[in-house]
């Protein structure tokens, strides 16, 4: 199957800053990005879906001033989580679908790990 | 509104025995995809069978088979001789046309030696 990566997989940071994490689709290009939050021993739950070059759709209640995606490319998207506090520590795992298939399986990258002191 | 129902928060199976980890489904959409992943312990999903709602026959990839039952809205996941790199969280997913991905709560698999 195609090939998603994540970057970091792992980041501790201080209340108040802001962290990047960027998802990179190696293999094929990503004509939809999509976003989840995965809180321990719970699914995955969708925070946003991307196009590229266009602006994201926020799922209900998800901030989009507080989680900032950005799609630029066909091969990455990022998520920027400002100003992050301890609430947002969380497992964070973005997915790409290539456009392809009447139901676009999605291939996931391996999860970031944010941890907010 | 899509749902995805996984009733089975936890389950045990030996290792070389087989296990079905239960999935049933909600959509008014004709149209809809069924997915299974695995969740190991280090987070990445990967993905494992998938059936179409229009597919005749039941997908099949190595160990893995999905028991379609199209009427009663169930696609059952089948492992057959676990392993115990098998112990994982396996969540069902289901993704209508022009819908985004819907996930169940997951199943627990914990394979004994």
């Known amino acids: 199957g195609a090939v998603v990566s994540q970057h970091p997989s792992r980041v501790i940071c201080k209340s108040g800053t802001s962290v990047k994490i960027e998802c990179r689709s190696l293999?094929?290009?990503?004509?939809?990005m999509f976003w989840y939050r995965q809180f321990p021993k719970q699914s995955l739950m969708l925070m946003a879906t991307?196009?590229?070059?266009?602006?994201?759709?926020?799922e209900q209640g998800v901030e989009k001033d507080k989680f900032l995606i950005n799609h630029a490319s066909l091969t990455l998207s990022t998520l920027t989580v400002t100003s992050a506090h301890p609430e947002d520590s969380s497992f964070y795992i973005c997915?790409?679908?290539?456009?392809?298939?009447?139901?676009?399986?999605?291939?996931f990258g391996p999860g970031t790990r944010l941890t907010v002191l | 509104a899509q749902k995805i129902t996984q009733t089975q928060p936890g389950m045990f199976v030996q290792e070389k025995e087989a296990v079905t980890l239960d999935c049933t489904y909600d959509?008014?959409?004709?149209?809809?995809?069924l997915f299974w992943y695995k969740q190991p312990s280090s987070g990445e999903m990967i993905f494992l069978i998938y059936?179409?709602?229009?597919?005749?026959q039941n997908a099949t990839e190595g160990r893995y088979s999905l028991n379609f039952q199209k009427a009663r809205k169930s696609a059952n996941l089948v492992i057959s001789a676990s392993q115990l790199g098998d112990s994982a969280m396996y969540f069902c997913?289901?993704?209508?046309?022009?819908?985004?991905?819907?996930f169940g709560p997951g199943t627990r698999l914990s394979v004994l030696p």
């Open positions: 997915s790409a679908s290539g456009g392809g298939g009447e139901y676009n399986e999605q291939f």
């Open positions: 293999d094929f290009q990503a004509t939809t």
């Open positions: 991307s196009n590229e070059g266009s602006k994201a759709t926020y």
């Open positions: 959509t008014s959409d004709p149209s809809y995809g």
């Open positions: 059936q179409g709602s229009y597919d005749q």
């Open positions: 997913a289901m993704r209508a046309r022009g819908q985004n991905f819907v």
